[in-house]
T-cell receptor, first 114, second 115 residues
Framework: KQEVTQIPAALSVPEGENLVLNCSFT??????LQWFRQDPGKGLTSLLL?????REQTSGRLNASLDKSSGRSTLYIAASQPGDSATYLC?????????????FGKGTHLIIQP | GAVVSQHPSRVICKSGTSVKIECRSL??????MFWYRQFPKKSLMLMAT?????????EQGVEKDKFLINHASLTLSTLTVTSAHPEDSSFYIC???????????FGEGSWLTVV
């Protein structure tokens, strides 16, 4: 059974800091990995998608890396802002187009202090 | 705008009643849709795979008679929670893969509270 683990479970930092969220997965035969953001009472917002052949993806202040062989991904958030406060979820797909659904981690609850 | 629409976003129902949640793909056809459930402080867990024109595939531990899934068309899947109990209170979210874009889209989610 594939497992996705996210560390830390919760993180609180002052505004302006750079931070790293970690995700690890037990089965390295992934198709792709996604990072999502979930705001309280809301659905999911896809942040970055990394294909298994890629090493990183960037979008604005966000950078996600993938080390497939070691089963790890990191989400780097630069110059954090209070608006970044949310739960960040890592999810892995083991087949193309999410044909078998995604396996999610439990998330990292992030609080950026003004 | 949203490419997968989920309705209702919030619903409160009484114990013993049934409630239906709809998931629609707006700009593409989805032969497969997925239903997830998320309990507080837990990860999203795949409940079942909805297949257009055939029976849904349920994950281990998910009662198929309690969580009825119907994929009536290429753009609509419904999840019906039958004889709801307070422990069914959760966040339910659907997703649909757009194979032409090799992308999976999520609905906005539905908060179910059973009182």
């Amino acid at each position: 059974k594939q497992e996705v683990t996210q560390i830390p479970a919760a993180l609180s930092v002052p505004e302006g800091e750079n931070l790293v969220l970690n995700c690890s997965f037990t089965d390295s035969a992934i198709y792709n990995l996604q990072w999502f953001r979930q705001d309280p009472g809301k659905g999911l917002t896809s942040l970055l998608l990394i294909q298994s052949s890629q090493r990183e993806q960037t979008s604005g202040r966000l950078n996600a890396s993938l080390d497939k062989s070691s089963g790890r991904s990191t989400l780097y958030i630069a110059a954090s802002q209070p608006g970044d406060s949310a739960t960040y979820l890592c999810a892995v797909a083991y087949s193309g187009g999410g044909a078998d659904g995604l396996t999610f981690g439990k998330g990292t609850h992030l609080i950026i202090q003004p | 705008g949203a490419v997968v629409s989920q309705h209702p976003s919030r619903v409160i129902c009484k114990s013993g009643t049934s409630v239906k949640i709809e998931c629609r793909s707006l700009d593409f056809q989805a032969t497969t849709m997925f239903w997830y459930r998320q309990f507080p402080k837990k990860s999203l867990m795949l409940m079942a795979t909805s297949n257009e024109g055939s029976k849904a595939t349920y994950e281990q531990g998910v009662e198929k008679d309690k969580f009825l899934i119907n994929h009536a068309s290429l753009t609509l899947s419904t999840l019906t929670v039958t004889s709801a109990h307070p422990e069914d209170s959760s966040f339910y979210i659907c997703s649909a893969p757009d194979r032409s874009e090799n992308t999976i889209y999520f609905g906005e989610g539905s908060w179910l509270t059973v009182v």
